[in-house]
């Protein structure tokens, strides 16, 4: 069974940054892709991006230029890294693994969640 645990969300003023990590309990987590998804209230889980093993990329639109999602292998940890950020960031983030795609179906493992507040 594989544990994701997200942290560094908070409250930001619009414009300003947070990263986002996500520690895996999964000695192979070189060997597999992650992604982040985000859930504001009364919407769906929405695809925000994603990294492959191999370090290839994929984006949300809304994202593309503000977002970056990197890994570190050696500590079995992603990242997501935020900026320029506006309120309608605003949202619970998760991160997931085992998987590739932009739909919730696509990943078989997911964290609980960090909540990621930006104020106008």
């Known amino acids: 069974q594989v544990q994701l645990v997200e942290s560094g969300g908070g409250l930001v003023q619009a414009g300003g940054s947070l990263r986002l990590s996500c520690a895996s309990s999964?000695?192979?987590?070189?060997?597999?892709?992650m992604a982040w998804f985000r859930q504001a209230p009364g919407k769906e889980r929405d695809f925000v991006a994603a990294?492959?093993?191999?370090?290839?990329?994929s984006y949300a639109d809304s994202v593309k230029g503000r977002f970056t999602i990197s890994r570190d292998n050696a500590k079995n940890t992603g990242y997501l890294q935020m900026n320029s950020l506006k309120p309608e960031d605003t949202a619970i983030y998760y991160c997931?693994?085992?998987?590739?795609?932009?739909?919730?179906?696509?990943?078989?493992?997911w964290g609980l969640g960090t909540q990621v507040t930006v104020s106008s």
């Open positions: 990294i492959r093993w191999s370090g290839g990329t």
């Open positions: 999964e000695r192979t987590f070189s060997s597999y892709n």
């Open positions: 997931a693994t085992r998987g590739w795609g932009p739909r919730e179906d696509d990943y078989n493992y």
